[in-house]
Structure formats: structure tokens, C-alpha cells
Nanobody, 124 residues
């Protein structure tokens, strides 16, 4: 069982930056593929970024590629999402997720554990 806790959300102006953190409980964090998803009001939860268990492979959704960076520190059981050049359309609740097994998957149904989410609001 893994428990995930996100932090770092908030209100930021367009063009600004935020860094989200997700800290996991348990001793097997480095065996999980990690992902960030987001859900805006009235929309489906969408894939934002994913990172392999070693950190050697990453993947990004098309709408954030080049602006967001995912990373992880296995010694701290933490995955990060650095968000630059934020836009109003990035406004959403951001969720951290963990997947048992290797390979970065964009399908949210492939993730076994989820955090409670953190709100990111970008004002124009």
C-alpha cells in the first residue's frame, strides 16, 4: 500500500512558475512508475507527465511539453513537477499517481494509487 500526499499548489499569474511535490509512504517507492495528472472542472482527468522508476525516462502530455519538467528523488520518496510559463488553461486540480510495474503509461486506469490532489489556479 502506498499513500501519496501532494503539495505546492496555489494561485499564480500567467507566465509564472510553481513546483509541485508528491511524497510517498512506504519503502518501495523506487519500484513505482510515477505520474502527474490534472482535472479541470467539467473535464476528464488527463495525463500531464510520467517518470520511470529510475528517473531515466520521462513522458509529457502535448499541452505541457517544453514547459513542465517531472523529476524524482528516490532517497526522499518524492516526485516533483516543475511548471513554467503557466497559462490560465493549466488551471486544474493536480494529482500524483503511482503505478506498480515498469513503463510510463498515459492511461489513468493503469495507476494503482492516487493522492488527494492540489489546486493550481493561473490567473490571466
Amino acid at each position: 500500500q502506498v499513500q501519496l500526499v501532494e503539495s505546492g499548489g496555489g494561485l499564480v499569474q500567467a507566465g509564472g512558475s510553481l513546483r509541485l511535490s508528491c511524497t510517498a509512504s512506504g519503502r518501495t517507492f523506487n519500484t513505482y512508475t510515477m505520474g502527474w495528472f490534472r482535472q479541470a472542472p467539467g473535464k476528464e482527468r488527463e495525463f500531464v507527465a510520467g517518470i520511470s522508476w529510475s528517473g531515466g525516462s520521462t513522458d509529457y502530455g502535448d499541452s505541457v511539453k517544453g514547459r513542465f519538467t517531472i523529476s524524482r528523488d528516490n532517497a526522499k520518496n518524492t516526485v516533483y513537477l516543475r511548471m513554467n510559463s503557466l497559462k490560465p488553461e493549466d488551471t486544474a486540480v493536480y494529482y500524483c499517481a503511482a503505478r506498480e510495474g515498469r513503463g510510463i503509461i498515459r492511461n489513468r486506469g493503469s495507476y494503482n494509487y492516487w493522492g488527494q490532489g492540489t489546486q493550481v489556479t493561473v490567473s490571466s
